[in-house]
């Protein structure tokens, strides 16, 4: 019979990577200068740095990266390091619109100069409310005003004496009346009755008649003149209000437009300012509120000023602002990165003006970087079309988004367009960049910078001193108690875990973070001046105690064998596999039993999961591997004929990886041999056709979690974990499981390939061809292959008759007795 190998088995060093605290030079982290650069993203930096510098209005920026990776602060740091050294852009603000008054014009002026300009127009509106009035109480005003009156007065008084005079000569006189004057026959300034007419003689009659309507045209006249000497009298008073309201005011305009004469646009709002003030004059007249009542309720009417129109709202004040603006939206709605029209309601009326529009985000960063994450653009209706279409136009507009969706469209302002230059940058997961790549055309052509952030990094001496900095820069920023050389070793190692790779450190820098305060807050309590190793481990088995209810659970359900694992004893057809369980928060290894049974028949090896769709599209992929595997290995001579049933028993969930592969493979095996496999070595790995073991993932929880079972019965030292060669550099293992190994205890056996597991779990040689093409007797795969002849040869001869021998013929010659005793022979 073939021997044995000794098989494999790691050794302490190899479970676990320990950072040397004789490595830091520190006595604790207060030493360590400022961290002023980003640990681990060289290629996601170089990316972001390549389009934040470039100035083609499509290359905005994808910043993609597992979550706590550092992706926002890395971004917030690189932006606001290039935007200090940039231009300030442009203040803006909102005017009234003097020929249309729905359309608010959009002003921009040099930064600081908005809330300037602004100020400038509110004191000389101030001054307008306080001198103009004072212009009209003036007793020079008032002196002037009633010489005018007075001579239109005189002249009215005149003309309608003249026309009394006529119509006198002419038997007639003026009567006032509701509609105004009229001629009426009379003497004396005394109409004459119907009784009294109608006694005048024929001759008298007529001459009325025939003077009435010379009369009457003659009063025609004298009011047109009136009407005409009353308008030249207002003309005249209104040229005097001018002529005193811009001595007052033109001191003042000319100020302003000197101070803003640079600005073609604003001055020229200025100048029609000023012509508009000077047709409402009379809006700076003192008026009298008068009360009016609705029912038994008296309101006092507040109306709205003329002035009111004169005010400037700033929109965009970049006074206070360093360099081009960075704004980060946490909540980027319609209306929060494009702005909104407020409304006032009064007595059920919404109104609205120029002065109630507010300005987005998007108009804060205008000139500069708006960051916001793609998910919370995504979540909110028709801003991320918005975004796009303002990348493409390249102006922002106030718009009523909801207009289209109203039975009836309402009359709202339309604030002109914003010009805009913005680099946006959205941050978001890996899985909405190439969701939005492959789903949206557009995207390409406007975001086509990725910045792609790594979730590990190198483990070298120069990261390992980064991330003693890292730690010390958040002790600082969080207010923590600082870390000494144990504790930062600790982190490191920490790190690694994270990573899974002995040769990496995790970049998930919320995770470190969260460890560092949980670390400060044990060493706290022990009135510890800082933080050691022992205080980061203390941390790290609470927070595993916090979220390891369900695993506990588990492990009760198999130590009390309600979950039935075995891990002594030997079995045929049966092993030990692990499956990782994430239930979100938190990852544990779940060992399960595989048992699988053979017998004759020809529909080949089922798997029970997959027949009643348990079973995931990779778990049925390492099936038709094993069926592949067997059939190269022993059908070489004869059809692979026979029927066989895998099964993860206990499982009522869905189970999908090919992690559970050699594992199958060593339960056919064993079923077919009739060979008892230990049931104190778990198994685990994936294997391709040519039965070379595959590395998996979680390997570090999956052996974790068959030791605490076997840890729970008690250790035999005779129980361990087949895994993958290739997984050993992921391997960073807890201390109480690298003790075990250590103390020999628990073993860990890493194989290349599948016919290695197979030796361990059996302890039978596992047998290679020999030049004729055979198995050495006794072996594994010698039993293996005489069972799966056997089986082959019953199923071709199964229910068919023997056939019967041919009797011999009674009269034969001696030649034919010859022939048939040669062929006897």
Same mark, same amino acid.
């Given at each position: 019979?073939?021997?044995?190998?000794?098989?494999?088995?790691? @050794?302490?060093?190899?479970?676990?990577?320990?950072?040397?605290?004789?490595?830091?030079?520190?006595?604790?982290?207060?030493?360590?200068?400022?961290?002023?650069?980003?640990?681990?993203?060289?290629?996601a930096?170089k990316?972001?740095?390549?389009?934040?510098?470039?100035?083609?209005?499509?290359?905005?920026?994808?910043?993609?990266?597992?979550?706590?990776?550092?992706?926002?602060? &890395?971004?917030?740091?690189?932006?606001?390091?290039?935007?200090?050294?940039?231009?300030?852009?442009?203040?803006?603000?909102?005017?009234?619109?003097?020929?249309?008054?729905?359309?608010?014009?959009?002003?921009?002026?040099?930064?600081?100069?908005?809330?300037?300009?602004a100020?400038?127009?509110?004191?000389?509106?101030?001054?307008?409310? =306080?001198?103009?009035?004072?212009?009209?109480?003036?007793?020079?005003?008032?002196?002037?005003?009633?010489?005018?009156?007075?001579?239109?007065?005189?002249? &009215?008084?005149?003309?309608?004496?003249?026309l009394?005079?006529?119509?006198?000569?002419?038997?007639?006189?003026?009567?006032?009346?509701?509609?105004?004057?009229?001629?009426?026959?009379?003497?004396?300034?005394?109409?004459?009755?119907?009784?009294?007419?109608?006694?005048?003689?024929?001759?008298?009659?007529?001459?009325?008649?025939?003077?009435?309507?010379?009369?009457?045209?003659?009063?025609?006249?004298t009011?047109?003149?009136?009407?005409?000497?009353?308008?030249?009298?207002?003309?005249?008073i209104?040229?005097?209000?001018?002529?005193?309201?811009?001595?007052?005011?033109?001191?003042?305009?000319?100020?302003?437009?000197?101070?803003?004469?640079?600005?073609?646009? +604003?001055?020229?709002?200025?100048?029609?300012? @000023?012509?508009?003030?000077?047709?409402?004059?009379?809006?700076?007249?003192?008026?009298?509120?008068?009360?009016?009542?609705i029912?038994?309720?008296?309101?006092?009417?507040?109306?709205?000023?003329?002035?009111e129109?004169?005010?400037?709202?700033?929109?965009?004040?970049?006074?206070?602002?360093?360099?081009?603006?960075?704004?980060?939206?946490?909540?980027? &709605?319609?209306?929060?990165?494009?702005?909104?029209?407020?409304y006032?309601?009064?007595?059920?009326?919404?109104?609205?003006?120029?002065?109630?529009?507010?300005?987005?985000?998007?108009?804060?960063?205008?000139?500069g970087?708006?960051?916001?994450?793609?998910?919370?653009?995504?979540?909110?209706?028709?801003?991320?079309?918005?975004?796009?279409?303002?990348?493409?136009?390249?102006?922002?507009?106030?718009?009523? +988004?909801?207009?289209?969706?109203?039975?009836?469209?309402?009359?709202?302002?339309?604030?002109?367009?914003?010009?805009?230059?913005?680099?946006?940058?959205?941050?978001?997961?890996?899985?909405?960049?190439?969701?939005?790549?492959?789903?949206?055309?557009?995207?390409?052509?406007?975001? @086509?910078?990725?910045?792609?952030?790594?979730?590990?990094?190198d483990?070298?001496? @120069?990261?390992?001193?980064?991330?003693?900095?890292?730690?010390?820069?958040?002790?600082?920023?969080?207010?923590?108690?600082?870390?000494?050389?144990?504790?930062?070793?600790?982190?490191?190692?920490?790190?690694? =875990?994270?990573?899974?790779?002995?040769?990496?450190?995790?970049?998930?820098?919320?995770?470190i973070?969260n460890?560092?305060?949980?670390?400060?807050?044990?060493?706290?309590?022990?009135?510890?001046?800082a933080?050691?190793?022992?205080?980061?481990?203390?941390?790290?088995?609470?927070?595993?105690?916090?979220h390891?209810?369900?695993e506990?659970k588990? =492990?009760?359900?198999?130590?009390e064998? #309600?979950?039935?694992?075995?891990?002594?004893?030997?079995?045929?057809?049966?092993?030990?596999?692990?499956?990782?369980?994430?239930?979100?928060?938190?990852?544990f290894?779940?060992?399960?039993?595989?048992t699988?049974? #053979?017998?004759?028949?020809?529909?080949?090896?089922?798997?029970?999961? =997959?027949?009643?769709?348990?079973?995931?599209?990779?778990?049925?992929?390492?099936?038709?591997?094993?069926?592949?595997?067997?059939?190269?290995?022993?059908?070489?001579?004869?059809?692979?004929?026979?029927?066989?049933?895998?099964?993860?028993?206990?499982?009522?969930?869905?189970?999908?990886?090919?992690?559970?592969?050699?594992?199958?493979?060593?339960?056919?095996?064993?079923?077919?041999?009739?060979?008892?496999?230990?049931?104190?070595?778990?198994? #685990?790995?994936?294997?391709?056709?040519?039965?070379?073991?595959?590395?998996?993932?979680?390997?570090?929880?999956?052996?974790?979690?068959?030791?605490?079972?076997?840890?729970?019965? /008690?250790?035999?030292?005779?129980?361990?974990?087949?895994?993958?060669?290739?997984?050993?550099?992921?391997?960073?293992?807890?201390?109480?499981?690298?003790?075990?190994?250590?103390?020999?205890?628990?073993?860990?056996?890493?194989?290349?390939?599948?016919?290695?597991?197979?030796?361990?779990? &059996?302890?039978?040689?596992?047998?290679?061809?020999?030049?004729?093409?055979?198995?050495?007797? /006794?072996?594994?795969?010698?039993?293996?292959?005489?069972?799966?002849?056997?089986?082959?040869?019953?199923? $071709?001869?199964f229910?068919?008759?023997?056939?019967?021998?041919?009797?011999?013929?009674?009269?034969t010659?001696? $030649?034919?007795?010859?022939?048939?005793?040669?062929?006897?022979?």
């Amino acid at each position: 019979m073939a021997e044995i190998k000794e098989p494999e088995r790691l @050794k302490a060093d190899e479970l676990a990577w320990q950072c040397d605290p004789g490595v830091f030079s520190f006595t604790t982290t207060e030493e360590l200068p400022e961290l002023d650069e980003i640990v681990g993203q060289a290629r996601a930096i170089k990316s972001l740095e390549f389009g934040l510098g470039i100035e083609n209005p499509n290359y905005n920026v994808f910043v993609l990266g597992e979550g706590g990776t550092g992706k926002y602060t &890395t971004v917030k740091k690189a932006i606001e390091r290039k935007a200090k050294d940039e231009a300030v852009p442009d203040d803006w603000c909102y005017v009234y619109n003097f020929v249309e008054p729905d359309k608010p014009v959009a002003l921009s002026l040099p930064s600081g100069r908005g809330i300037e300009f602004a100020n400038e127009v509110a004191g000389l509106v101030a001054i307008l409310r =306080r001198d103009i009035p004072k212009v009209f109480e003036s007793k020079d005003y008032e002196q002037h005003r009633d010489e005018i009156l007075e001579g239109q007065q005189e002249i &009215t008084r005149v003309l309608f004496e003249r026309l009394e005079v006529v119509a006198k000569e002419k038997g007639f006189i003026l009567k006032k009346s509701a509609g105004g004057l009229s001629v009426a026959p009379g003497k004396d300034g005394k109409a004459y009755s119907q009784s009294e007419i109608s006694k005048l003689p024929k001759e008298r009659l007529e001459r009325l008649n025939h003077d009435l309507k010379f009369v009457q045209d003659k009063l025609s006249d004298t009011i047109r003149e009136a009407r005409k000497s009353d308008k030249e009298a207002k003309e005249r008073i209104r040229a005097l209000d001018n002529e005193m309201v811009l001595y007052v005011v033109t001191p003042t305009f000319n100020e302003l437009l000197e101070k803003f004469k640079e600005l073609e646009k +604003v001055a020229g709002f200025i100048t029609r300012l @000023k012509t508009d003030l000077l047709r409402n004059i009379d809006d700076f007249r003192p008026k009298e509120e008068m009360p009016f009542a609705i029912g038994p309720i008296q309101f006092q009417q507040n109306h709205e000023p003329a002035y009111e129109r004169y005010r400037v709202n700033v929109v965009v004040n970049n006074s206070a602002t360093v360099g081009a603006p960075v704004i980060y939206e946490p909540n980027p &709605t319609y209306s929060n990165l494009f702005g909104r029209v407020e409304y006032r309601f009064q007595l059920g009326m919404a109104t609205t003006d120029f002065s109630m529009i507010k300005a987005g985000a998007a108009h804060r960063a205008n000139g500069g970087y708006l960051v916001v994450h793609a998910i919370d653009v995504l979540r909110n209706i028709f801003v991320y079309d918005s975004l796009k279409r303002l990348i493409k136009t390249g102006v922002i507009l106030f718009e009523d +988004v909801w207009e289209q969706f109203r039975a009836v469209s309402a009359s709202a302002m339309k604030p002109s367009a914003i010009p805009a230059k913005i680099k946006l940058v959205l941050i978001g997961e890996p899985m909405l960049y190439y969701l939005l790549y492959n789903a949206d055309r557009e995207y390409r052509k406007l975001f @086509k910078v990725k910045a792609d952030f790594d979730n590990v990094m190198d483990r070298t001496d @120069k990261n390992i001193e980064k991330y003693a900095m890292f730690v010390g820069a958040r002790c600082k920023e969080e207010g923590l108690l600082p870390f000494d050389p144990t504790g930062v070793g600790s982190i490191a190692e920490y790190g690694c =875990r994270l990573a899974a790779d002995k040769g990496k450190l995790s970049a998930r820098f919320n995770d470190i973070k969260n460890l560092l305060i949980e670390a400060s807050h044990f060493a706290s309590l022990e009135k510890s001046k800082a933080v050691t190793g022992a205080h980061v481990e203390k941390a790290k088995e609470e927070k595993r105690y916090r979220h390891s209810k369900i695993e506990e659970k588990y =492990r009760e359900y198999i130590t009390e064998d #309600t979950l039935m694992v075995d891990t002594k004893g030997a079995v045929v057809g049966q092993v030990n596999g692990i499956a990782v369980l994430n239930p979100g928060d938190y990852a544990f290894g779940k060992p399960s039993r595989v048992t699988a049974r #053979t017998y004759m028949g020809d529909s080949g090896v089922v798997n029970i999961e =997959r027949e009643v769709k348990l079973s995931g599209k990779l778990h049925n992929k390492g099936l038709m591997i094993i069926k592949s595997f067997l059939g190269d290995r022993f059908a070489r001579t004869f059809p692979l004929t026979l029927a066989a049933s895998l099964c993860f028993e206990q499982l009522y969930d869905e189970i999908d990886g090919d992690s559970a592969t050699c594992a199958e493979v060593y339960a056919l095996m064993s079923s077919l041999s009739g060979l008892a496999l230990e049931q104190g070595v778990a198994i #685990t790995g994936s294997m391709n056709q040519m039965g070379a073991v595959q590395p998996i993932g979680g390997v570090n929880v999956k052996v974790e979690g068959f030791f605490d079972i076997c840890n729970e019965r /008690g250790l035999t030292g005779t129980q361990g974990v087949i895994l993958p060669k290739r997984n050993v550099k992921n391997l960073q293992l807890r201390r109480d499981v690298v003790e075990a190994v250590n103390e020999e205890r628990f073993h860990i056996y890493p194989i290349e390939f599948v016919d290695e597991g197979l030796e361990i779990l &059996t302890k039978v040689a596992v047998g290679e061809r020999d030049d004729k093409g055979r198995f050495a007797k /006794g072996t594994v795969n010698d039993i293996v292959e005489r069972r799966l002849h056997a089986l082959a040869t019953k199923y $071709k001869t199964f229910g068919r008759p023997v056939p019967k021998k041919k009797p011999k013929p009674a009269n034969t010659d001696d $030649k034919s007795n010859e022939n048939s005793s040669d062929k006897n022979k």
